[in-house]
């Protein structure tokens, strides 16, 4: 694998957190794709099993609802999987000269991330507990949370902000 690619996919989140050997799989496995101006990457409304990553170059996505974006790898923004939902919110497409595409199974990263936590013994960023500090509260809700589509394309700084702000109330 080339090094540029290598650093760049230790910039994108989960891939940053596989060992080199994962990684090596993952990519192996996955399709990496060299788009021309104009491709299309994906169409909004598409439901797959990818995941897709902007390995180099740049992409204009665009939603019926009228919302256009424009991503730069190496930008914020190009960190985390285009458009991680099923179906698919938006439309993607080059707006570079050429750009650089990976496109893994979803669950296949998902799985290899969730493995390499549990081999390094990293506890999650996020640790709820009840207002009073004293007790943990059952996390399975916050699972919950986690899978729905809202959260599913926030970057982990954002999540852990919601979590931070949040209170626990009854009714």
């Known amino acids: 694998m080339d090094e540029a690619i290598k650093k760049r996919l230790g910039e994108i989140n989960p891939l940053n957190s596989l060992a080199p050997q994962q990684l090596e799989e993952l990519v192996a496995r996955g399709q990496l794709v060299t788009a021309r101006k104009k491709d ?4 909004e409304g598409e439901e797959d099993d990818d995941a897709v990553y902007l390995i180099s170059g740049t992409v204009r996505t665009a939603s019926k609802a009228g919302r256009e974006r424009v991503i730069e790898a190496g930008a914020d923004r190009s960190d985390y999987a ?3 939902l099923n179906p698919r ?3 993607a497409f080059v707006v570079s000269k050429e750009a650089v595409i990976l ?3 979803r669950a296949r990263v998902e799985a290899l991330a969730a493995r ?3 081999v390094t013994g990293e506890q999650p960023a996020v640790m709820v507990t009840d207002i009073s500090g004293e007790s943990q509260i059952d996390g ?3 699972f919950q949370i986690l899978q729905s589509a809202l959260f599913r394309d926030l970057p982990t700084e954002h999540i852990e902000q919601f979590f931070g702000v949040i209170e626990r109330a009854e009714y």
Do not use: K
């Open 40 to 43: 299309r990457i994906f169409e």
């Open 140 to 142: 399975a809700w916050m």
């Open 89 to 91: 919110p938006f439309s």
């Open 103 to 105: 496109r893994v199974d």
């Open 82 to 84: 285009l458009g991680n």
């Open 116 to 118: 390499s936590q549990m």
